[in-house]
């Protein structure tokens, strides 16, 4: 997923591009609210796109998990919650024997090709000279210097956790790193995050779905409910964005 341009600012890494990201999501969250409670009638987005995901889900399988992973870490012209995919098909059951369909690991590994393929790009974009900030490229490159056995470590912990990989894949295409040293803990690290997403839908799918079917648009009461948790889901995603971007800065500054 091609993250926000980290810049510089007063000494540290200023994500720019992620507060303002901040700022107009809550904006806008704080506006749907607004014309929820003037328009009592109005859908909700967040049944919608659990709707959506739950039908392609069920007609795409394995393969819709790899492209639908794909295109959510090779872009964020696009944005969309390709994790909700793995995590569906974790916990779909069939509605005859109520056994689960799909093989967590089998959704993880499908889920984790797609993933680290569309983060290639990423590097591969670096590779080939495309636009890397300067603060980022130089810690990533004393990252290299001072600790090249850290490097693979660094990039599966990334790509195990939510937390943007772009940060330090693009700078190290940039740099010409061997890119065998940065698939092969990527896919790790995916493959591990997805199966694990695929897991948590096979506990908690049957419960979020009937919480998602029990709101009722109309009840004030359930549209700030359901505000709130997207708005702390936007700040849990931001403040991973931050991390990382602050990783990066100490990393730069301690060489």
């Not at 901040?22 to 659990?50: D, E, H, K, N, Q």
């Not at 995901?53 to 390709?82: R, W």
């Not at 995919?85 to 090709?113: E, H, K, S, W």
């Not at 810690?139 to 195990?160: C, D, N």
Request: hydrophobic share 50%; charged share 10%.
């Amino acid at each position: 997923m091609i993250s926000p341009t980290l810049e510089e600012h007063d000494g540290g890494v200023n994500l720019r591009s992620a507060d303002w990201a901040l700022v107009i999501s809550l904006l806008l969250l704080l506006l749907y609210w607004f014309a929820g409670s003037a328009l009592p009638w109005m859908a909700s987005p967040t049944v919608l796109v659990y709707q959506w995901l739950l039908e392609f889900s069920l007609m795409s399988g394995y393969l819709g998990a790899a492209v639908i992973s794909f295109f959510g870490n090779a872009t964020v012209l696009f944005p969309f919650p390709y994790v909700g995919v793995p995590y569906i098909l974790g916990g779909v059951r069939d509605p005859v024997t109520m056994q689960f369909v799909f093989d967590p690991m089998a959704i993880g590994l499908a889920a984790g090709a797609g993933a680290v393929t569309g983060e290639m790009t990423g590097y591969l974009l670096g590779y080939l000279g495309g636009e890397v900030s300067p603060k980022s490229s130089a810690a990533v490159r004393s990252l290299m210097s001072s600790h090249p056995r850290l490097i693979p470590a660094v990039l599966f912990l990334l790509a195990a956790t939510p937390i943007p990989d772009d940060m330090v894949v693009v700078p190290l295409g940039l740099a010409k790193y061997d890119w065998r040293r940065v698939l092969v803990p990527q896919l790790l690290g995916k493959c591990l995050f997805l199966t694990g997403v695929a897991w948590a839908g096979r506990i908690s799918l049957g419960w979020v779905d009937s919480i998602l079917c029990s709101l009722d648009p109309t009840n004030p009461v359930s549209r700030a409910v359901e505000v709130v948790a997207i708005a702390l889901i936007v700040v849990v995603i931001y403040f991973g964005v931050r991390s990382g971007g602050q990783t990066l800065s100490f990393t730069s500054r301690t060489e």
